[in-house]
């Protein structure tokens, strides 16, 4: 179960990757890619090298407060906020395009 949760931001994040890559120019997107998977990594570690408070897991619910360094779950929302962002604005964007190219000049 707790591969499922993380797993969403994963799917998320590289979905927004591939936006950046349609939307941007290579070397902007390639700067940016590599950003995104550092950071990655290293929230990643930090994730992982948590001491568990065991009476705190519960058998069906997932939750953060079973983290001892509860600053950790701060790195979730830097992530899901690129994920946001070249998700909707890229929709947004690819929206705008398609509608003025087909409104004509």
Same mark, same amino acid.
């Given at each position: 179960?707790?591969?499922?949760?993380?797993?969403?931001?994963?799917?998320?994040?590289?979905?927004?990757?591939?936006?950046?890559?349609?939307?941007? $120019?290579?070397?902007?997107?390639?700067?940016?890619?590599?950003? =995104?998977?550092?950071? @990655?990594?290293? %929230? &990643?570690?930090? *994730?992982?090298?948590?001491?568990?408070?065991?009476?705190?897991?519960?058998?069906?619910?997932?939750?953060?407060?079973?983290?001892?360094?509860?600053?950790? $779950?701060?790195?979730?929302?830097?992530?899901?906020?690129?994920? =946001?962002?070249?998700? @909707?604005?890229? %929709? &947004?964007?690819? *929206?705008?395009?398609?509608?003025?190219?087909?409104?004509?000049?």
């Amino acid at each position: 179960m707790p591969g499922t949760y993380r797993g969403h931001s994963s799917v998320g994040t590289t979905l927004a990757t591939g936006s950046a890559y349609f939307h941007l $120019n290579l070397r902007t997107a390639n700067t940016l890619t590599a950003l =995104v998977v550092t950071y @990655i990594v290293v %929230a &990643a570690f930090f *994730a992982l090298a948590t001491p568990i408070d065991l009476s705190l897991v519960e058998d069906h619910h997932l939750s953060g407060k079973v983290m001892e360094w509860d600053w950790v $779950n701060r790195f979730s929302p830097i992530i899901n906020l690129y994920a =946001v962002t070249f998700l @909707i604005g890229g %929709a &947004a964007i690819s *929206a705008w395009r398609a509608r003025r190219d087909h409104m004509g000049p």
